[in-house]
């Protein structure tokens, strides 16, 4: 393990010898990932020189994997001479605010512009290939605006997207590049899980897409249903004002798209496993389950700890 402190001053400090209990979690929306340890205050391999403040860079490397790089935001110290440190990666940069209005643009051209307005530094950006004709934000967390595109791409495309920061660098990769050749199961890394189906969240077997036209006045809607699962759950809608510049055989794909994303059960996973550095929040992975035909899932949220030599995760995963 390489648990490197950058500080200040210029100077780099391996401190892998006087930290424990590492905790590192990502999630696939919303949030940067966190880098949490314990460092043991006056340790034994302590050089007397050795400070750690707010802003000071963390890297964190394990068995020749890349795993963090970010910036200390939190020190918590008391009279038992443990110092408890949070570090954020890049993607903590995007919870401010923020206005754009843009047209003919993807996602991937919009984290660009992101990135280079607030001096952030960019990896991979695959292509998103969706243009959104018009993209107006106000006062808006940057981030939001960043997930609202990728999720334009899903919705519009079918295209899964994961945006993420890689070991420093904002990065934006589609569902052939995350997936994992790794297979959990019973007895197969995994020890412990629990399951959940559900129609309660984000399911809909009935899409109304509308657009008022303006020549005629009239609101013209484009409706598509489940028939069967009407019967089998009742009438579960989603009403979505459509693409203004959209022409009716646009509007009405994008119906059919919506309702093959939303009109099934939900099916979700905790997993207790044991660590496995690749996965992170965005990836695919196979689970082999009695409960469940083997399929992807995929990781919406990841916690790895290291502690006492041991190395497990806990993960929150769904059928993609």
């Not at 059960?265 to 689970?287: C, F, P, T």
């Not at 790895?304 to 995963?317: A, N, P, R």
């Amino acid at each position: 393990m390489e648990l490197l402190l950058k500080n200040k001053e210029g100077l780099m400090w391996d401190i892998s010898g006087i930290v424990s209990d590492i905790s590192w979690k990502t999630a696939r929306t919303g949030k940067p990932s966190t880098l949490e340890m314990t460092v043991v205050d006056s340790g034994i391999y302590q050089h007397p020189k050795f400070t750690v403040s707010n802003g000071d860079i963390i890297q964190f490397r394990k068995d020749g994997i890349d795993v963090f790089y970010g910036f200390i935001f939190s020190i918590d110290s008391g009279s038992d001479q443990e110092i408890k440190l949070t570090a954020y990666d890049q993607i903590r940069y995007l919870l401010g605010n923020g206005s754009y209005v843009l047209q003919d643009v993807t996602a991937s051209e919009l984290i660009t512009k992101i990135a280079k307005d607030y001096g952030l530094k960019t990896g991979v950006l695959e292509e998103a290939t969706y243009r959104m004709p018009s993209l107006i934000e106000d006062d808006k967390k940057l981030l939001d605006i960043i997930m609202g595109a990728i999720g334009g791409e899903m919705e519009k495309k079918g295209q899964l997207m994961t945006f993420y920061d890689d070991f420093g660098k904002l990065t934006l990769r589609g569902m052939d590049s995350m997936k994992l050749d790794l297979v959990l199961g019973e007895g197969h890394y995994l020890y412990e899980y629990s399951l959940k189906k559900s129609i309660d969240d984000d399911t809909y077997n009935t899409i109304y897409l509308y657009k008022d036209n303006k020549e005629s006045g009239k609101r013209e809607f484009y409706p598509v249903s489940d028939k069967d699962n009407v019967k089998r759950w009742g009438i579960l809608h989603l009403y979505k004002k459509a693409d203004d510049k959209a022409n009716a055989a646009q509007i009405q794909e994008n119906a059919d798209m919506l309702l093959k994303l939303h009109n099934r059960e939900k099916h979700s996973l905790s997993v207790q496993a044991i660590g496995d550095l690749r996965v992170r929040a965005g990836n695919l992975i196979y689970v082999l389950l009695d409960a469940l035909e083997t399929q992807l899932f995929l990781v919406d949220q990841c916690s790895h700890k290291f502690s006492g030599g041991e190395h497990t995760m806990s993960l929150d995963i769904k059928v993609v």
